[in-house]
């Protein structure tokens, strides 16, 4: 059976009737209600189990020298080299890291697949050919200056000719 009033805040004051922090009245009105819905009964119960297992708990005494083993640890990992404090980080720092890494790798692999670098020997006894920067611009130069002395020629062909 569920409870028709059970949500977030019937938990609360619940919890808070388990901890003994209600005022009265709210206290005599969940009780009237844990009568009849053994489901918040249950929750009570339950809650209660819990606040007494907490109260019969005892935490284990801290030992004398805590301190100075708690300092002489935190000295020794500030004097650890910085990449042994880098890889001895937990696994969870460096997770966000791996799908960038392999993103990074994939671009990497990609461009190399594209653009293979195709060195062919030259043939045995032929002489090595070696272009200069400059030299290759003006070649390109003299290809777009022919281009153009092309299209220039192609358009006064084509233009009617005139008779005088």
């Not at 640890?73 to 890889?87: T, V």
Request: aromatic share 8%.
């Amino acid at each position: 059976m569920n409870c028709p009033i059970r949500n977030e805040e019937t938990a609360e004051l619940l919890l808070a009737y388990t901890a003994r922090r209600l005022d009265p009245a709210k206290t005599a009105i969940l009780e009237s209600h844990m009568g009849v819905c053994p489901e918040c009964a249950e929750f009570r119960v339950r809650q209660e189990m819990v606040w007494q297992a907490l109260d019969t708990w005892e935490a284990a005494p801290v030992t004398p020298d805590f301190n100075r083993r708690l300092y002489r640890r935190i000295e020794f990992e500030d004097a650890a080299p910085w990449y042994r404090r880098l890889f001895s980080t937990p696994w969870t720092m460096w997770k966000p890291a791996i799908p960038l890494a392999c993103a990074g790798l994939l671009v990497v692999v990609g461009f190399v697949l594209d653009h293979p670098v195709s060195r062919t020997a030259p043939p045995a006894g032929a002489p090595a050919v070696r272009v200069s920067v400059t030299e290759a611009e003006q070649v390109e130069n003299a290809l777009d200056d022919l281009q153009l002395l092309r299209q220039l020629d192609s358009s006064t062909a084509s233009a009617p000719s005139e008779t005088m």
